[in-house]
Structures are given as structure tokens and as C-alpha cells.
Nanobody, 125 residues
Framework: QLQLVDSGGGLVQPRGSLRLSCAAS????????IGWFRQAPGKERDGVSCISSRDGSTYYADSVKRRFTISRDNAKNTVYLQMNSLKPEDTAVYYCGLVITTRQAMCVPYEYDYWGQGTQVTVSS
């Protein structure tokens, strides 16, 4: 059974940092497109950052460019999202997603097939 477990969320102050983890079981993440998505109160679930299994290319939403970094640790079968210079606007539930496809997926929620349970990130003074 393929499972994704998100972790690493919490309460941080503005300008702080946090690293989210997405640990997989039942699959090898190296072969799949993986993404991080977030849903803030009153907003749709949006793509934050995605990484391609085909060429390792990455996508970042404009709002997080130069602040967030997505990465893979193949030995640990885990994908990370390093979040720096956090802002209150980053407050949301963050979800790890995985897509099973033979093509490179767009970094949008409807493309993705499996999801972690979500981890809450709150940026507040």
C-alpha cells in the first residue's frame, strides 16, 4: 500500500524557518513526480513546489521563490521542503502529493493521485 506521511509543521515566528518532510512507503519516490501543496483558510489548494522524476526540474510558486527549496533524499525515500524567511501569508495546511504518470505533471492538485495527511504550518508573532 502506497502511503505518504507529512511531518515537520508547527508554529514559527515571521522570518523563521521550517523543514517539512514527506516520507513514502510502498513506492520509491525517485520514480515519481512529487509536490508540496498548501491550503490556507478561505483559499484553494495551491501548488507550492514540485519536482520532476524525469529530469529533476523544479517548479516554485511565485510567492515562495527564493525562500523555499524542494529536494529529494533517495536513500531515505523522503522529499523535503525547506522553508526560509517565513511570512504570515505562508500559514496553511501543507500536503505532500505524488502523481503516477508517464508524463511530467503540472504542479496543480488535480494532477496528483496520492496525498499525505497534511501538516499545519502557522507563522505568527
Amino acid at each position: 500500500q502506497l502511503q505518504l506521511v507529512d511531518s515537520g509543521g508547527g508554529l514559527v515566528q515571521p522570518r523563521g524557518s521550517l523543514r517539512l518532510s514527506c516520507a513514502a512507503s510502498g513506492c520509491t519516490l525517485y520514480y515519481y513526480d512529487i509536490g508540496w501543496f498548501r491550503q490556507a483558510p478561505g483559499k484553494e489548494r495551491d501548488g507550492v513546489s514540485c519536482i520532476s522524476s524525469r529530469d529533476g526540474s523544479t517548479y516554485y510558486a511565485d510567492s515562495v521563490k527564493r525562500r523555499f527549496t524542494i529536494s529529494r533524499d533517495n536513500a531515505k525515500n523522503t522529499v523535503y521542503l525547506q522553508m526560509n524567511s517565513l511570512k504570515p501569508e505562508d500559514t496553511a495546511v501543507y500536503y505532500c502529493g505524488l502523481v503516477i504518470t508517464t508524463r511530467q505533471a503540472m504542479c496543480v492538485p488535480y494532477e496528483y493521485d496520492y496525498w499525505g495527511q497534511g501538516t499545519q504550518v502557522t507563522v505568527s508573532s
